[in-house]
């Protein structure tokens, strides 16, 4: 999913010389720039994917759940069961084709939600259904 997600936004980049220099202008931009232009597109559709699929990561305890994201700075994030408000389960168009969802779990935390994107549909369902349970089996009000 993450490379398709990628080589469709390499076909909108790909749109961007003739939006930012004009369709007549185009003639005037040396055949070296559109190689160099083609390379990072194939470099992007090649890496981006390859890059997300080896630091992100998940998992869920019995107190937490944690997660690990980022491209250049790497970004660790904890959920404390106490703390978890929602939990919610997305399917987007590009990941039911591939029978994948998005499992988001929100806090009160000022940094946003958690979010483990790529899972299977039914791993997501199940994960839904048990932090709901794990959430609503601890004290507190979750704020």
Known sequence: MWRTEAVVQAVLLSVV??????PLDLMDVPWW???????FLAAYVVV???WRYLV???EVTDTAV???????ARERRIAPMSRIQTV???EGAL?????LATVTVTTASAAGALGIAGLDKDVARRLVDELTMK??????DAT
């Open 17 to 22: 010389p003739f939006v930012l220099i004009g």
């Open 33 to 39: 720039a559109w190689v160099l232009w083609a390379a």
């Open 48 to 50: 981006v994917p390859s």
């Open 56 to 58: 992100h990561r998940w």
């Open 66 to 72: 944690y997660t690990q994201t980022g491209w250049w």
């Open 88 to 90: 919610d389960h997305v």
């Open 95 to 99: 990941a039911r084709l591939f029978g």
């Open 135 to 140: 959430a609503d089996a601890v004290e507190g």
